[in-house]
């Protein structure tokens, strides 16, 4: 291969004829497989791609072989070298409003805030299509019980998904596009706990999304041509080949497909542009991948928020949390706490890289550095400060919008919005008024918003180092039998609680708009990238490491409702708990237990506050606090036959021996209930 000139590709290899022969362009989204030749359809293979943006020689040798190989798989009509500038965001935003990707939201609310509508089919994670790639299925998937579906992880060979993606997805699959180079740092560039990546796509609004969720452009170049660092994560993503060429948001849902190659360091992701099916530093790169780099060298990457809580004495501790997708990591990590004299600062909302430094401290940093959150039910009351951070350069997807220009969603309690007088359309194009049977906004409409706008971002967010992480939070979306808050007996236990997690499922997958009760491990089901069996081992073996402080592990349920059987007929069961700025009284709770405080009681599920420990002063209408904290002897045996059930039909050989114990020890402690 030779580069004759800055700012053209010559590429001299020879194309062979079994490549030929799998570079078919197909007119409908049918694929036909790797028969037919390239030349049938009257295709030419462009083996000349102009840069059009930026230079190859920004990249190291590794990262240009890696765009060349992916340029004469995908036949981009020519590539961009991202440079993360300003004016390089500034003219992609001006090209994606000109082709109706983009609409400004020009009320004067808003500054500089656009609004991306997707195609009605694809509009969240699709978990069914997303694989883990590795050589044997037992290192992604644990082994079911005979007969049973395999419900954590999602193995496809690495044989198979190489054809799939090599042969049927992505040839010819950016024709007509520019393939945008995107190189980005997870994590604060330079920073011992930071990893690099470069993702090559044919959308920009990954590319704007991206420099948003990432530190992008020239400064990782720089950093990666200086250091000398040569690991860098490959992620390829195209929107697809689909009949809607000229469409405002091209996808290929019937073809989508979301490979991860842990042990190639490499994601490919085909036919979706939304959120964590394309932005592929976020789920994939950051969770899946990571999860298993982690393991590999003895490290922890969570579905957790980090935030930073100062108490009226003006000490400060940081906690992370686990909650599965759309059950308020987000309103948690950005609280405004309603004791006085307290205060929260955000690290992160949704991703923690963590590892014990050299005195035993568990060091976590947030390696994304902006938010994808939910917009629905965001306001002032929920969350001030993401309602005023998400005011500014903010891309929205999928919320609607009025006829003045302003962004609208369901919960957003703007008095200054009339709206029986404004037009609504609903992010499917449809006239919306308060009476329609539909939501204005798409349930998983997101707002992608720089962390750096966040007044209550936390001052050492950036910290290379991370922060100190004193207490881990395990949680989900429970209406029935889980108390307000728990904490584990040890961190054996607290493992077990995150293995044994449950959840409602909510929209942020496509797979999730029936409502049921989901196991949900750690948050992690949709994220793992290895066996679940393994990845509970090494959360055990993360406890034994030497001179590690190890944080004290909680579980909270903010979600608890009445029992509907003590209702009179037909009243819908309310939540107990009040939530949001309120939860600051929980965690004041769990900020004293970290200092070895006694405001803990012993219960058959672990320790709960001791009479009168929380802080309830003042909370009006007072709470339930009898039916908060009710741990019901029925529930609980149901709870736990649950656990076992779960355990034994989705890991049977998998989960390790002392999770089975801890099992053992809930049942005989749950049995001997009064
Ligand atoms: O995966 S997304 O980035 O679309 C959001 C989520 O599920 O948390
Ligand atoms: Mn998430």
């Known amino acids: 291969m030779i580069f004759s000139s800055l700012r053209h590709l010559f590429l001299l290899e020879q194309v062979s004829a079994s490549r030929l022969s799998y570079l078919t362009h197909m007119a409908s989204t049918q694929f036909i497989g790797g028969r037919r030749r390239a030349s049938e359809y009257g295709l030419q293979l462009k083996r000349t791609f102009s840069v059009i943006h930026g230079s190859l020689d920004w990249l190291t040798p590794e990262a240009r072989e890696y765009v060349v190989e992916k340029a004469r798989l995908c ?11 300003e004016a390089e965001n500034a003219a992609l935003v001006d090209q994606m409003v000109r082709a109706g990707t983009l609409k400004k939201i020009t009320s004067d609310k808003f500054e500089n805030c656009y609004l991306a509508l997707t195609d009605k089919r694809d509009i969240a994670r699709v978990e069914r299509k997303t694989y883990i790639c590795m050589e044997k299925e037992k290192d992604a998937c644990p082994t079911v019980r005979f007969g049973s ?32 180079v995107i190189p980005f740092s997870m994590g604060p560039v330079g920073s011992p706990l930071a990893k690099y990546g470069f993702e090559l796509t044919d959308s920009p609004y990954v590319v704007s999304s991206m420099r948003i969720m990432t530190r992008m452009g020239k400064s990782v170049l720089d950093y990666l041509q200086q250091s000398g660092e040569k690991q860098f994560i490959r992620c390829l993503h195209s929107v697809g080949r689909s009949l809607g060429m000229l469409s405002s948001w091209p996808c290929d849902p019937e073809n989508t497909l979301i490979a991860h190659f842990p042990h190639r360091n490499e994601v490919c992701s085909y036919g979706s542009g939304y959120g964590g099916n394309s932005l592929l530093g976020k789920k994939c790169f950051a969770l899946r991948l990571a999860s298993s780099l982690a393991q590999r060298e003895m490290w922890l990457a969570e579905h957790m928020l980090i935030l930073g809580i100062t108490n009226p004495e003006g000490k400060k501790k940081y906690i992370a949390a686990a909650f599965p997708s759309a059950c308020g990591k987000t309103n948690l990590a950005m609280l405004k706490p309603t004791l006085p004299g307290w205060k929260v600062e955000c690290v992160g909302d949704d991703i923690a890289w963590m590892r014990f430094d050299s005195e035993g401290n568990l060091r976590g940093i947030n390696p994304e550095s ?7 039910g965001t306001s002032m009351k929920t969350n001030p400060y993401a309602m005023k951070a998400i005011h500014k350069n903010t891309i929205f ?58 007044e209550i971002i936390d001052p050492a967010w950036e910290d290379p180092k991370g922060v100190p992480i004193e207490a881990i939070l395990f949680g989900g979306r429970r209406e029935r039998v889980v108390p307000l808050v728990y904490e584990s007996n040890d961190w054996t236990h607290g493992v077990f609680t995150g293995a044994s997690m449950r959840s409602l499922t909510t929209a942020a997958s496509l797979e999730g708009t029936v409502r049921r009760v989901n196991h949900d491990p750690f948050a992690m089901r949709p994220f793992l990238g290895y066996n679940c069996g393994q990845y509970f081992q090494h959360w055990l073996d993360m406890g034994k490491v030497a001179n590690a402080k190890l944080p004290k592990i909680f579980y ?32 004041e709770w769990i900020f004293r237990r970290t200092d070895n405080e006694d405001v803990a009681i012993s219960s ?16 009006t209408p007072a709470v339930d606090m009898e039916n908060l904290f009710a741990i019901r002897k029925d529930d609980w045996v149901r709870e736990v036959q649950g656990i076992r059930e779960f355990f034994e039909d989705q890991l049977p050989e998998d989960l390790p021996g002392p999770l089975w114990t801890e099992l053992k020890k809930l049942e005989d402690r749950v049995a001997s209930m009064p």
Request: with cysteine; net charge negative.
């Open 604 to 619: 058959p599920i672990g320790l709960v506050p001791k009479y009168g420990a929380l802080n309830i002063e003042g909370l």
């Open 397 to 454: 997807t999928n919320v609607a919008m009025t006829k003045d220009g302003d962004a609208y969603w369901e919960g957003m309690e703007d008095e200054d919005l009339d709206l029986d007088e404004v037009e609504v359309t609903s992010w499917d194009h449809r006239r919306w008024t308060r009476e329609s049977e539909f939501t204005a906004a798409h349930k998983n409409s997101r707002f992608c918003s720089p962390a750096h706008q966040l």
């Open 370 to 376: 902006g938010f994808f959150g939910v917009v629905p």
């Open 556 to 587: 909270v349920n903010w979600f608890r409702k009445e029992e509907r059987s003590k209702l009179p007929g037909g009243q819908d069961p309310k939540f107990l708990w009040p939530g949001f700025g309120e939860n600051s009284r929980v965690l």
């Open 149 to 180: 579906k395999a419900f954590l992880g999602n193995w496809m060979s690495v044989e198979s998904m190489d054809f799939q993606m090599n042969r049927l997805r992505f040839p010819n699959s950016m024709a007509g596009r520019t393939m945008y």
């Open 75 to 85: 036949q981009p009509e020519n590539i961009h070298v991202c440079d993360g500038s």
